[in-house]
């Protein structure tokens, strides 16, 4: 028996004889048809425009200041969320870029 199979043989070994047969592609004959297909441009198709629906809305409103016991504003932002916690954070956030003491006075919904 001998242990020199080549490439092919494994193949067919393992997996047995394809189904069909591989298409041999001959590169040297070039096939020159001067047939062109067009295809008809698709239609586009437009988008349904949503009816704009409800986006929940909380006020927080805070009060900041860059003196400790010193003069304080109060700032209102509205964030586009349910959760009281994250409009918080992200109001208070956005404050400490501006105000070093920041404290939430409220939180109501819209």
């Known amino acids: ?18 189904e069909a047969p591989a298409l041999v592609i001959n590169t040297r004959v070039q096939d020159t048809s001067s047939e062109t297909v ?20 909380l006020r927080v409103t805070l009060r900041v200041g860059n003196e ?9 932002h509205e964030a586009d969320t349910l959760s009281s916690l994250v409009a918080e954070q992200e109001a208070a956030k956005l404050a ?3 105000f070093r003491f920041v404290e939430v006075i409220s939180v109501s919904s819209m």
């Open 38 to 57: 067009i295809a008809e441009p698709t239609k586009a198709v437009k988008k349904k425009k949503l009816s704009k629906t409800f986006t929940p809305r």
């Open 1 to 18: 028996m001998t242990t020199d199979l080549t490439e092919e043989e494994m193949r067919r070994a393992l997996f047995g004889e394809p």
């Open 68 to 76: 400790f016991e010193g003069e304080m504003h109060e700032i209102v």
């Open 96 to 98: 400490k870029k501006k």
